[in-house]
């Protein structure tokens, strides 16, 4: 990148810059992609390749999807660790996981995987590593 990060203006949160637009309020950088861009396709995001999210400097916004997102996260070292490890447990674990709740805390099952007490508390409440549709009931 070439050019320096822009600070949008409006209200702070979650580091996003938000201001008033249309019927309501959005994300100071998605109003300045449509601006220099046009609207934004539904299922796509606003990404900041300068990871600012204050930033609004259109040269530094590009679209993904959610998957691109989470990539991008990823290679940027953006991502917690813990998330890595949880993407990494295998089923058996994750059976093993689901059946000690109630007999241990997360915390417990945690330490023993090498994970958050986060992730399993989020695979105990089916948020995360829950069943998939395709799964045959017995």
């Not at 390749?49 to 530094?60: E, P, S």
Request: hydrophobic share 40%.
């Amino acid at each position: 990148m070439d050019t320096p990060c822009i600070l949008g203006s409006g209200a702070k949160c979650h580091g996003y810059k938000h201001r008033r637009h249309k019927n309501g309020w959005a994300q100071s950088h998605r109003i300045a992609w449509e601006q220099a861009n046009g609207p934004i396709p539904d299922g796509l995001l606003v990404l900041h390749r300068c990871d600012n999210r204050a930033c609004v400097n259109v040269d530094h916004l590009f679209l993904g999807t959610h998957a691109d997102n989470w990539h991008d996260a990823i290679a940027k070292g953006r991502v917690v660790e813990t998330w890595r490890k949880a993407a990494k447990l295998t089923a058996p674990q994750i059976a093993e996981i689901k059946a000690a709740r109630g007999t241990a805390t997360s915390a417990v099952v945690a330490k023993r995987y090498a994970v958050d007490s986060s992730t399993v508390r989020k695979i105990w409440l089916g948020r995360i590593w829950r069943t998939t549709k395709h799964a045959r009931r017995t």
